[in-house]
């Protein structure tokens, strides 16, 4: 039978309104792989699975969002979940099927059709959970020594009644079974041919996955596979693949292959770009970001102070590296202690604060294991990175290093040192420094300026 053909419909409450302009200030150039995802879900009639890969912090949702609201745009039907905010007892076809029934919703009745079949069908998913609960509870001893004489031969009825009860509703559904198959080939034949009606793809996002409880994020994925898999409807799932392995090894063992347990519910991940391959346009990027943040604040970038963290920022954020959010909580930690003095020390406390907050306690109390490992560990890496990669400022990065050094070595008042941390490390018009002390005193100044929490 014919149908007319659908085109997206729109919905109050939809989570994609807050977005007024689709891939506004993308200084990322995310534009480009939305362009090419929008040509392949176009071309793929069949359905698919999509995994969009990066780690926490790296801009997933921003990125699934601005899609979404773009091909929302477009003409296509959009739904955007956010699994995690959904974590709890309803089964996620449930929320997969409700959303569905809510998106084509129609003067003939569409989506009171989707809800028609998917109530009978998820009426026949009703787990044994409940039942087995019920024997476990009745099969509980009394809690006191004399009631459990009396009650011993209760007890024992109570628990065969609810065990012949539990035997009595499997035996049914057994029987039953032929008939719950055909309400599921009943539900896919409906949905089926609804979303074949549609001018083009439904795209389906599922956002937060990786956030969830392990057996909800599995379920999830198991629900989508095997009853939404079918032409013209597309899933997108932002995620971390790395978190999404760990789930499938928490639920079936740590010996599971995750991935390729994945590829059976995952027709392909790909990994979401964080900045463009040439060096000097990511730090170029990674700039405006910062500058971005400074601008949604109401402040200047132009201002002296703010130009040299901006670009102190910007080289500590490509060599450690920091994520998108973890470059939003440094300028906003550095925005509300009201811009302290001395960029660089300042800095620095801010990414040791986000990134190794166990050393920051330490370092304060001058503790000689953590200064070597600042020195060893995390400086020098920095310093050998921070030569391949242009405009970074490898003397700051040495310096901070040299002091660090000296520190872990007992004090020593090596003037040197000293001289290049006033050079390269310190303010333009900074007091002069004498001693290594009172660069620690510095540091410690600085620390308590930014209202850095120091725990033993």
Known sequence: MNRVARTAPHHAGNALDEIARPFAGDLLERTRL????????????????????????????????????????EGHPVVYIDAFAQNNELDPFFIVAAELALLLEDEQGTGDAIRSEAARLLNAMVPLTGRLAAVKTVSQSPSGPKEAAHDASHGKASFQLASDDTVNWIDNRLKAWPAEKALFANFRTTLGLIVAACDKPIVIVIDELDRCRPTFAIRFLERIRHYFDMPNLIFVLPVNRIQLYEAVKSVYGSDTDAGAYLHKFIDFFLSLPRFPSNDTAHLAHIRSFIGGIFTRHGLDIAAPKRQRFIELMTAWAALVPLTLQEIDRAVTLYILADEPPEQGIATFLIVLKIKKPEWLGALLKNDRKTLALISEDFLAKIVADSQKLPMAPDRYFRALQSFFNSEKTNHLQDRQVITQFQTDVLDPNSFYIESLEEIAYLIRMIAGSLDLTITD
């Open 34 to 73: 939305a362009d090419k995802l929008t040509g392949y879900i176009n071309r793929v009639r069949e359905g698919a699975v999509i995994a969009i890969d990066a780690s926490w912090g790296e801009g997933k949702t921003w990125f699934a969002k601005n899609w979404a609201a773009r091909l929302q745009r």
